[in-house]
């Protein structure tokens, strides 16, 4: 492990992703040498928040996982150059931010741009509510490639999550409305200069509204989303109901709980495997480390 301290003091601080290429030494040990070393500072920015996953028990957990905090917002370096540490990170912080005010520019632009082109675009407008989510909602975006779960193509990142909101539109409105995305979507995975991925769903207000019963996964996944999700485009009108709805469903407070209660799991799994060096690490708390896509389901 002395290779590591002559890394780090020959490159200056780094990443943790850049720290895992130049030494190619197990994630996890890599991460726990950090932590408990007295030689390195670590440096972590941006926020964590609630992720719903079906394989933790009470679905609970926090975004980014231990490993993904680890290599793309935390930065390592010794003891001594503190003040280039906290400058990286301060820098690398700012770059989160850009990137997700980015694709936050390209969902409004991408959708805006396609309801524009659809017939009867003014009463569609009136009528419909496109809300955005996911990482780019906690200033969180990162843009390393990736590859898009349905097709294998690389992706830059964090993909868009959008949610489309109808308020009483007909099927054959929906039905273009959801071609139109679609062709989009293909586009800007194919297309070098974006390689994007957008996932979305398209559900009207009343489907939005019995989902918020929050009694099974996927309306637990729905209610997060809707709740965390920020306006986009559309009617404005529509996206406050949503939300006045999800206060009379008292999905603030059942989110509030879940993630009270990531935070206790995520700490726990945390302490667990930076002392269980030589043990058969227990996968309860593996999961918490090790997540094999940072994406998550919407519906």
């Known amino acids: 492990m002395e290779d590591i301290i002559k890394i780090i003091e020959k490159e200056g601080p780094l990443t943790g992703k850049e720290l895992y290429e130049k ?24 926020k964590k928040y609630l992720r719903l996953d079906k394989k933790i028990e009470g679905y609970a957990r926090l975004s980014p996982s231990i490993m993904r905090e680890f290599f793309t917002y935390t930065v ?9 540490i906290e400058r990286k990170a301060e820098i690398l912080h700012e770059n989160v931010k850009l990137i997700s005010r980015r694709k936050y520019e390209l969902a409004f632009n991408t959708v805006s741009k396609i309801v524009d082109s659809l017939e009867d675009s003014k009463y569609i407008k009136n009528n419909i509510c496109f809300m955005i989510a996911g990482d780019v909602v906690y200033n969180m975006a990162h843009s390393e490639l990736r590859p898009e779960a349905s097709s294998g193509k690389l992706v830059r990142g964090s993909d868009l999550d959008i949610i489309v909101i109808s308020r009483n539109l007909s099927e054959g409105f929906l039905r273009g409305l959801d071609l139109a995305i679609y062709k989009e979507k293909a586009f800007l995975i194919k297309s070098p200069q974006y390689m994007e ?46 939300k006045r709805m999800l206060v009379q469903k008292n999905v603030p407070e059942k989110l509030t709980k879940l993630e009270d209660e990531a935070i206790v799991h995520s700490k726990a799994a945390f302490e667990y495997l930076l002392e269980n060096e030589n043990e058969l690490l227990e996968e309860e708390f593996t999961k918490y480390f090790y997540t094999k896509e940072e994406s998550e389901e919407i519906f």
């Open 23 to 46: 030494t190619g030494i197990d994630e996890l040990r890599l991460w726990r040498y950090c932590y408990k070393s007295d030689e390195i500072t670590t440096k972590t920015f941006g």
């Open 197 to 242: 991925e957008i996932d979305y769903v398209i559900k009207d207000l009343s489907k939005a509204y019995e989902q918020m019963e929050f009694n099974d996964f996927k309306s637990m996944v729905a209610s997060k989303i809707l709740h965390e999700g920020i306006f986009l485009y559309g009617n404005h009108e529509i996206f406050d109901d949503i």
């Open 76 to 84: 390592v370096g010794l003891n001594k150059d503190i003040t280039e």
